[in-house]
């Protein structure tokens, strides 16, 4: 039988790498062995950080939402529970978006959450 030599797969293999480590600097972008490493940390990044970006925008709300619920009088905690305890059921990105840009509306919340405590 004769001898298979992985040769097309291989190189496939290769660019695919060397395509991806692309904007490194020096050898991690260059050599094959340095640049796999990289591609291969940038991933375990990107997998760890697709998830942590989750937890750090869900925070970055509820800071939005405490902030605007301060303005009036209002906890973070008991303006949510007040919005809870009213039927109210509008998830936290949004209520962040409307203390932003919108807080008149807000501010209606902030009442409906109050007369409900």
Same mark, same amino acid.
């Given at each position: 039988?004769?001898?298979?030599?992985s040769?097309?797969?291989r190189?496939?293999?290769?660019k695919?790498?060397m395509?991806?480590?692309k904007?490194a600097?020096?050898?991690?972008?260059?050599l094959?062995?340095?640049?796999?490493?990289?591609?291969e940390?940038?991933?375990r990044?990107?997998?760890?950080?697709r998830?942590?970006r989750k937890?750090?925008?869900r925070? @970055?709300?509820? $800071?939005?939402?405490?902030?605007? &619920?301060?303005?009036?009088? =209002?906890?973070?905690?008991?303006?949510? +529970?007040?919005?809870?305890?009213a039927?109210?059921?509008?998830?936290?990105?949004? @209520?962040?978006d $409307?203390?932003?840009?919108?807080? &008149?509306?807000?501010?209606? =919340?902030?009442?409906?959450?109050?007369q +409900?405590?």
């Open positions: 039988m004769p001898r298979v030599r040769n097309v797969a190189l496939k293999r290769k695919k790498i395509r991806a480590a904007g600097r020096g050898g991690r972008s260059k094959y062995k340095s640049a796999k490493e990289n591609v940390r940038g991933l990044y990107a997998y760890r950080d998830r942590r937890r750090d925008f925070r @970055l709300w509820i $800071l939005r939402i405490n902030a605007a &619920a301060r303005l009036h009088d =209002l906890s973070y905690s008991r303006f949510m +529970s007040g919005l809870r305890k039927g109210v059921e509008i998830n936290r990105k949004v @209520l962040a $409307l203390a932003v840009r919108d807080p &008149a509306a807000f501010g209606e =919340l902030a009442e409906v959450a109050k +409900s405590l």
